[in-house]
Each structure stands twice: as C-alpha cells, then as structure tokens.
C-alpha cells in the first residue's frame, strides 16, 4: 500500500496524479501542497490510497527521492 498525490489543475473537476508513490499520506500531500505552491494552476490536491508500490521517500529536509537510488527530485 502507498499513499499517491493528486491535484485538480482546472475547472473540470478531474483529479490528475503521476508515478509517484509514498509511504504515508502526510509525505504524499506535502509533495502535493509543494507542487500547488509551485503551479499556480492547481486548484485543489489530495492524497489517495494506491496498491501500488512505494517509490519515493521524504527526508527531513523536505527533498524527495527515490527510493534505492541517490538521484534527487525538487
């Protein structure tokens, strides 16, 4: 189980996600409120349960990577 982030980028009402997949809901919306204060698009976000597995990772200091490997994501 992971927790998947979603944003809703116009008026249609439609939730959007990507490949990225967190251990808990709490990493999955701060990403999200990340990307909404990035992307003035995003109207509304959210985090929902996946059976998909996890991939990404917070650290402490707010960066995300992914899991296994030493690359870095802003």
């Not at 009402?13 to 999955?28: R, V």
């Not at 990307?35 to 959210?46: D, K, P």
């Not at 996946?50 to 707010?62: A, I, L, T, W, Y």
Request: net charge negative.
């Amino acid at each position: 189980m992971s927790w998947k982030p979603e944003v809703q980028a116009d008026h249609t009402g439609t939730w959007a996600g990507n490949a990225l997949a967190f251990a808990t809901e709490q990493e999955a919306l701060e990403w999200a409120s990340d990307l909404a204060a990035r992307w003035y698009a995003v109207r509304h976000y959210r985090a929902v349960i996946s059976d998909e597995p996890v991939n990404r990772v917070r650290d402490p200091d707010g960066r995300v990577r992914v899991l296994g490997a030493e690359l870095e994501l802003a």
